[in-house]
């Protein structure tokens, strides 16, 4: 071996680490909220792919209104985001949680299946709204950054807008992991997710308490929306691809870690793109399923779990 | 062995009870677990009450903070009044608000939070925020234990350890009423010493406390009264001096239904 091939060798593999962990950033967005729900009401939300796809639809329909930057657009989308997952979960989620269906005199194991059933049918309702308000043509959120690259050294380039996702992934967790840990409410989240049946006695509300973690996951899908918008085309059926992105990275990190998210994603996007680079670009999904498989083989209770 | 308690506390004399249950029943689906229990809980004294296992104490206690409102699941019928509120009419964080709280069986802590974080999550209702820095380091005066392992996750604590959180966190909702339910349950004779003796320091704070004891002894010596429940029904009640050992163990045993004290 010469010293050029070492060193293409080396840029590769260089490559292939810094786009898959830019790539992770991108999956762990793709996944907190899928996360914190799980974490907070141990609710599987199979909804969670299509209120990402509403988030990017969302911010087609802001940015034909007001043609700002896809990012400032975040300002306005958030909030929205926030405000229906917080009255999807009083008005609806919190009705059929377990706890509520026990209360009517269901059975526990087919109490259990409530919630996840009403979230089935929420992204079966949601997927063919979007069908009837807009069409199955892809779309995308035009934005000046989609070709734009940051190049490290001669060879070692990343794509900027895989940056600004990872810059953003970092701050979201960030601001997540204060919320959680020093706030009131969000102290009162992990109260309830440690012992929903007593923290009332602590005067916790756990509808609101949960309707928050609700509002909290949808807007961050929002934001992962945006980014699949910024850098990919989208249809209204596309959920439950990015369903599925987001139960390997969960799966990966740990069942409701938060920071285990993040290097779920990293773990997920260096295996993808090291594959693709070696293996091919068809190598790339397998890559992941079969890193997902090995985990729950050995780990099965994710890298990062309690 | 009895401690004196305040004159307003004595034998129910004239003043106003700070707690009335008056005909309670209380029901899991369609069993029932209480039965027309009535009982009075006056400003400053303390309470205990006694009975076997499945006598009905603990649901007692729950119907009390409202953790019997569980639509088909469990219920309760009957007038629960504190302070001339109903408390059977109101959720479990009305009535934590309006100043009763309860120290569950088995601790029920938040496992996977710190010592810190499980005390401050008691003190969560915007009435219970306003004072929460002193109120924090009179518990940590009180156990001392716990300022030094407050960022210990209360899963690694020992049993007693974890009560005194468990004790800390229902003070930190600033209550005028606690309930305790099993104090002593699992936990070495020298340990339960020292938690009673927190607990005296809690009563001698003025706040009113119920107490439910396995350990009948150490019952009839804390309380200024004592209730016995014998299968969801109360079977005797009365000041311990009132009460020979005798009648509360053959109450507690059923073998002598229908004797009153006082």
Redesign the interface.
């Known amino acids: 071996m010469t010293g050029e091939d070492l060193y293409w060798t080396f840029i590769d593999i260089a490559n292939g680490l810094l786009s898959g962990a830019m790539l992770g950033g991108y999956y762990a967005i793709l996944s907190i909220g899928l996360a914190i729900t799980f974490g907070v009401m141990r609710l599987v939300n199979l909804a969670h792919g299509d209120w990402l796809v509403v988030g990017a639809y969302g911010a087609v329909i802001i940015l034909q209104i007001l043609p700002i930057s896809p990012f400032l657009n975040l300002i306005i989308l958030v909030p929205i985001m926030f405000a229906i997952g917080y009255w999807v979960q009083r008005l609806l989620l919190n009705r059929v949680s377990a706890q509520?269906m026990?209360?009517?005199?269901m059975a526990p194991s087919f109490a259990l299946m409530a919630p996840i059933l009403v979230t089935f049918g929420l992204s079966i309702v949601l997927s063919h709204l979007l069908l009837a308000l807009f069409d199955s043509n892809a779309r995308n959120i035009q934005n000046a950054l989609s070709f734009s690259s940051i190049r490290l050294s001669q060879d070692l380039t990343i794509s900027t807008l895989r940056f600004i996702f990872f810059c953003i992934a970092i701050g979201i967790l960030a601001a997540v992991h204060l919320f959680l840990r020093y706030t009131?409410t969000g102290?009162?989240l992990?109260?309830a997710?440690?012992?929903a049946?007593?923290?009332?006695?602590?005067?916790?509300?756990t509808a609101h308490v949960y309707a928050v973690a609700s509002g909290l996951s949808i807007a961050i899908a929002g934001v992962a929306g945006v980014m699949v918008g910024m850098s990919r085309t989208f249809q209204p059926f596309d959920g439950t691809q990015f369903l599925l992105i987001a139960f390997g990275v969960v799966i990966l990190g740990g069942l409701g870690s938060i920071v285990g998210s993040l290097v779920g994603g990293i773990l997920l996007g260096v295996t993808q793109v090291l594959a693709g680079t070696y293996f091919g670009p068809s190598a790339q999904l397998v890559a992941g399923y079969m890193l997902i498989l090995l985990v729950l083989a050995v780990r099965p209770q994710g890298l990062f779990s309690? | 062995m009895s401690i004196s308690a305040p004159d307003s506390a004595r034998a129910g004399g004239a003043a106003a009870p700070l707690l009335e249950v008056s005909r309670l029943s209380a029901f899991y689906g369609e069993v029932s677990a209480l039965h027309d229990v009535s009982l009075e809980i006056f400003p400053g004294e303390v309470v205990s009450v006694i009975g076997a296992n499945g006598a009905g104490k603990t649901t007692l206690l729950k119907s009390i903070v409202g953790l019997m409102n569980q639509g088909r699941a469990a219920h309760i019928r009957g007038e629960i009044e504190f302070r001339g509120r109903r408390l059977d009419r109101m959720s479990t964080e009305e009535i934590v608000d309006a100043g009763v709280t309860m120290v569950p069986e088995g601790r029920r802590l938040f496992t996977s939070l710190s010592v810190e974080d499980n005390l401050l999550a008691g003190a969560h209702l915007p009435r219970a925020r306003a004072g929460i820095r002193d109120r924090l380091e009179q518990v940590y005066g009180l156990f001392p234990r716990l300022a030094e392992r407050r960022e210990q996750r209360a899963a690694q604590m020992s049993g007693g350890e974890q009560q005194m959180v468990a004790i800390g966190r229902a003070l930190m909702s600033d209550p005028s009423l606690i309930l305790f339910d099993e104090l002593s349950l699992g936990l070495a004779p020298a340990v339960v010493d020292d938690i009673y003796r927190r607990v005296q320091q809690i009563i001698d704070r003025g706040v009113t406390c119920v107490v439910i004891e396995q350990d009948m002894k150490r019952a009839l010596a804390v309380a200024a009264r004592v209730y016995v429940m014998l299968e969801g029904r109360v079977v005797l009640h009365g000041a311990p001096a009132e009460l020979t050992e005798a009648r509360v163990t053959a109450a507690y045993f059923g073998t002598e239904i229908g004797q009153h004290g006082s």
Not at chain 1, 197 to 205: D, S, T
């Open positions: 509520s026990e209360q009517r005199g009131h102290r009162a992990r109260a997710s440690d012992d049946g007593i923290a009332p006695l602590m005067g916790i509300r309690r």
